[in-house]
């Protein structure tokens, strides 16, 4: 079964879109700028920008120095990724994307009964403050079995990185790295199409 993309003015649809979020047929990709700015329980979600910043100074600190001006984001996580130690890596991400906080109107929309969301967002945000379950990159599951509202998590989870040792690749922020989650998680990618 394949479906097309339709493109909707916001003004112009906001009946059609009340019909999609009531038949369960409108399924919401969330980005960074959902959590950015908002509290955890040692700093701040970063937003891409941010993000992206503390990597060209942590490599630059590591004697790496590129245009970055030029540089993606996945350009700089590939250099970052390889040379910055595991530890610092993992620090920042522990401070700065778990205990994430919500306000209320984006808690809100977490209470609207989607089929499932994907988000972009590596940080706890989305399942801290809802019924979500997050299924992370790289996973051998199949959203079948869960009797659960699920949360995919294209970027990876912060409370896996945590966990892992160092050493082991814990982020999808590179295009590399993207690439072998997409193989990987084909069956992700194919669940509507069945």
Known sequence: MTSKIKVLRFENCIAEIKTYINNS??????????????????????????????????LSQNGVNVNYEEKSFSQIAKYYNRVIDASIRKKYIVDNF???KLSQKSKNLLTINWPYI??????????????????????DLEQTRYDAKILYKLHGTAQDIAFLKDGDDFSVFDTEQYINSLTKNKWLLDMDSK
């Open 98 to 100: 778990i205990g994430a």
């Open 118 to 139: 994907y988000t972009l967002n590596i940080d706890d945000a989305i399942e801290r403050n809802s019924d979500y379950i997050s299924i992370g990159p790289n996973k």
């Open 25 to 58: 047929t409108l399924i919401p990709v969330i980005g960074a700028g959902f959590s950015a700015g908002n509290e955890t329980s040692k700093g701040i979600v970063p937003n891409g920008k941010q993000m992206k910043q503390f990597m060209i100074e942590k």
